[in-house]
């Protein structure tokens, strides 16, 4: 069987990740009051580097991918939970996270979550409109007038 951080540990690190974050989140919107997009954007990429954090089992896919994909017998051989399959290989991709676990049966697991990729871009989209949006802004509030003259 796989470590109990591997099966449980990403979905949990990500919610204690965003309720965490909600903290200084309220407290920015508080004191701040930023405008809409600008409070998106903030959540887009705290969402984006949640999901990219749980995609690549934070920080196991890079360290000890083998970690991830099965467990380490007394002869130092990967096994397959639950089968009698050992490891031949594993692949793992940066971006988007991935990590492919090969067998000796001939089938390939995927270890990432199914919603990790998604809520990657998800909030890269979102972060991306938003802070156009706000670029736009302050383009269009730059080249308006202030209004301190009389017009004659």
Do not use: Q
Not at 88 to 110: K, L, M, Q, R
């Amino acid at each position: 069987m796989v470590s109990v951080f591997a099966l449980f540990g990403p979905p949990a690190i990500t919610l204690v990740l965003f309720a965490v974050g909600t903290l200084p989140y309220a407290l920015w919107v508080a004191w701040r009051k930023p405008s809409r997009p600008a409070r998106w954007a903030v959540i887009g990429i705290a969402a984006s580097i949640a999901a990219y954090g749980a995609g690549t089992v934070y920080g196991l896919a890079f360290t000890n991918p083998l970690d991830v994909c099965g467990d380490k017998t007394g002869d130092g051989v990967y096994m397959d939970a639950g089968r009698d399959y050992s490891l031949t290989a594993v692949n793992v991709d940066s971006f988007p996270p991935s990590i492919t676990c090969h067998w000796t049966s001939g089938y390939s697991t995927e270890e990432v979550w199914f919603w990790a990729a998604p809520l990657l871009y998800a909030g890269l989209a979102c972060c991306v409109v938003c802070s156009a949006l706000l670029l736009i802004n302050r383009y269009k509030y730059r080249n308006t007038p202030r209004g301190n003259e009389l017009d004659a």
